[in-house]
């Protein structure tokens, strides 16, 4: 019972802080939504057009706006001396990097979840294609949270090059991207790309906890 | 064999084998040139271009070869505190992405008179250019982190996390269909390639393998003086 009101304590912890600095993932969502006027103006207004790339757009904005808030996932909580303190109540570098991971699940890629709708109909997007991307952005988003967990705990100690967790993350997501948008486009064989994705979130699930525990647990005792 | 995870016995081994390692490889590749140049003879299909595969093939084969080393020397150097591996990844990084990089070249130079494009999204090449795009972040990794001992342990679980990709380039061209051809000499059958044209191909590899390990041992030695001074 004492592991779970800590871990209770620790969600309500990201909850507050990430409820008083809401401005930062409305600020994601917004570069979102900017970002796909902007294809759309360098693309042109015709429907077709718009709606057979829309997918595409949508998969790849979704990575680079989810991407930009990697800066923050350990780096405040490392500074400020939290991540530390984290470890002195009795969780281990594992135990934080996943419960780290289901926090920016959840308070940053899910708000970008309720957003796919509006972009759908902003793009074009078909009302049938539309389940297929929420499934496959459930998942995928899931594996860009634990790949941002190891990225960001690898460039902790990286005081001069910010953008290489960002690069980290978007080479490793090739596989996702390409097994998602093969989800979309191809419905009638959803069942054996879905079951791809979810081995590839069950193998980075699997080494996320090792990673990223050993990167947060080497910054810390060099800091 | 320990040599290979010594720093001092490195370079002891290594004053005695460099200048022989340097001249095999010049005349390895003189005797490869003048093989593949004249002495081998044109395909019956892509006439004189298939004298690209003696630099193209070689390479890539020791692209990957550099990443699998680098691989196992991380999995030395975290399980068993060698601090040689650490030497060994910071040093080789560099080379493996000039191989890759050779491979790409003459790879697109091959393509655009066989397959009439510079480059196509298959999935051959695109794991390969996923590949040094992996080799390039590890040199970022190496000249962007201030303090060493977190440096060094962080790119070996790089390097270890991105060892995934290797396993995706060597069976690329079985998985997928691929414009690139499936694999000829590194398969369980019989290679089906001619001995004449295997010939050059055997001793041009042979040379990139030596110029390489020179290569390799004047960057390790480079690296075991820097960190002597750093730490005295």
Redesign the interface.
Known sequence: MIILNKIISFYYREYKLNLSGFQDILTNIVFFFVSIFIFIFSIGPEKEKISILGIGIVWTLLLLSSTLSLRKFYQDDFENGNLLIMHLNGFSFGSIAILKTFSHFLFVQIPFLISIPIASVLLNIANDKLMYLFASFALGSFILSCLGS?SSS?NL?????FL?GS??VM??S?PIIIFSVGIINMEENFNSLISILFGILLIVFA?NPW?SG??LK??IE?N | MKFLVNPSKFNEIADYIFKPVLILSIILFAIGLLFSFYLSPDDYQQGSTVRIMYVHVPSAWLALLTYAIMTLYSVLALAFRLPFGFIFNTAVAPIGAVFTLICIISGSLWGKPMWGTWWVWDARL?SVA?LF??YL?II??N?????R??RE??VA??I??GSVNLPIVKFSVDWWNTLHQPATISKLSKPSIDPSMMTPLIIMTFAFIMIGIAIAILRIKTEIISRKSYLS
């Open positions: 190891i690898m100690m990286n005081q001069r090059n290489l690069i980290i080479i490793f090739v080494i990673a050993f990167c080497l910054s060099n | 695109t996923i795009v992996i972040i970022f990794m000249l962007s982190f201030e303090n001992i977190i342990k962080v679980i790089f270890l996390v």
